[in-house]
């Protein structure tokens, strides 16, 4: 039976054989306060400018260079930000940050991704700033999700249901960009299916 010792000394040699792969594999270059927080600023905003002209009925469209066939043109905000990718892994990490905002955006109400992406940008600078004047970063957050709520239960104070097929019409026209014929099709789809019902484009 082997002594701890005796095992210890005989691992020795594996471990240093095994050092200098084991410190490449897992060095990292960490950064931390202001320096780390400007570099990912930085990313935020160099995807939200990007996706910030898609905003609106009259926002600009985006060429997207791909890796085969040509390039693609969109207006739709998170297909720009699914896009960017940075060469900068801190800059990359602030605009992954804001590309999920858009993802999350995109899933619970498939559209307002290029606005979520302007909001998200006002937030992350204006905590940013306050962070490095010695706000407390748990207090911000708290004072985020709070202001989250009051604009929620304000938005819903505002707010009025589309009934009719009109109003659906003028909500599905501006969903397509001002394209009234679109929004006609899907007002009658939706007339057709009624507001449970389910419609597959082919």
Not at 22 to 48: E, I, N, P, S
Not at 51 to 59: C, F, I, Q, R
Request: zero cysteines; glycine letters at 8%; aromatic letters at 2%.
């Amino acid at each position: 039976m082997l002594r701890l010792p005796t095992v210890l000394r005989q691992m020795r040699p594996v471990s240093r054989a095994l050092a200098p792969h084991l410190t490449r594999a897992y060095a990292k270059d960490v950064k931390f306060g202001a320096d780390a927080r400007a570099l990912m600023l930085q990313g935020v905003d160099l995807l939200a400018d990007a996706v910030a002209v898609t905003m609106g009925p009259k926002g600009r469209t985006v060429i997207i260079e791909q890796s085969w066939g040509s390039p693609k043109v969109t207006k739709d905000g998170v297909t720009v930000a699914k896009s960017i990718d940075l060469k900068d892994k801190y800059k990359n990490i602030g605009a992954k940050l804001v590309q999920d905002v858009a993802n999350n955006t995109n899933e619970e109400a498939g559209d307002g991704t290029t606005t979520a992406t302007v909001l998200a940008r006002s937030i992350a600078k204006e905590g940013f700033e306050k962070i490095s004047k010695g706000a407390n970063p748990v207090e911000i957050r708290r004072g985020v999700m709070l202001a989250v709520d009051a604009v929620i239960a304000e938005l819903k104070k505002q707010s009025k249901p589309v009934t009719t097929p009109e109003e659906i019409a003028q909500v599905a026209t501006i969903s397509a960009n001002g394209d009234k014929e679109i929004g006609n099709i899907i007002s009658d789809a939706m007339k057709r299916v009624g507001r449970k019902g389910v419609i597959t484009v082919k």
